[in-house]
């Protein structure tokens, strides 16, 4: 039963992991950008925020910035994932416990 919660756990770490970094230059990138109607009709002027915008978070903050809140995001995620666990092998358990009753009646 803990493998099965160290896997069910290892996916949603991976996806945070790898997900941070876009979520830190989005949140950036829609706070800090001013566009005027032209640049919204182009799709390369907002292409091309976006790379500045990476660029320069790199550039201020090092790789490290593109992790910022990393550390609550896991927290977050493996207590999820832990407790959707819990409650699944519960119902499942329960559920069971329940049919088999059935069946002897």
């Not at 790379?51 to 903050?61: A, F, G, S, T, Y």
Request: proline residues 2%; glycine residues 6%; aromatic residues 6%.
């Amino acid at each position: 039963m803990l493998g099965r919660l160290c896997v069910c756990s290892f996916l949603p770490i991976q996806d945070a992991t790898t997900l941070e970094p876009i979520q830190v230059i989005q949140t950036q990138h829609r706070a800090g950008i001013q566009t005027t109607n032209n640049e919204k009709k182009q799709g390369q002027a907002i292409v091309r925020g976006w790379i500045q915008e990476l660029m320069q978070n790199i550039h201020r903050q090092g790789i490290r910035g593109l992790y910022r809140g990393l550390e609550s995001k896991l927290i977050q995620t493996c207590l999820n994932s832990a407790l959707m666990f819990v409650v699944y092998e519960r119902l499942k358990s329960a559920l069971t416990a329940w049919l088999v009753a059935e069946e002897k009646l």
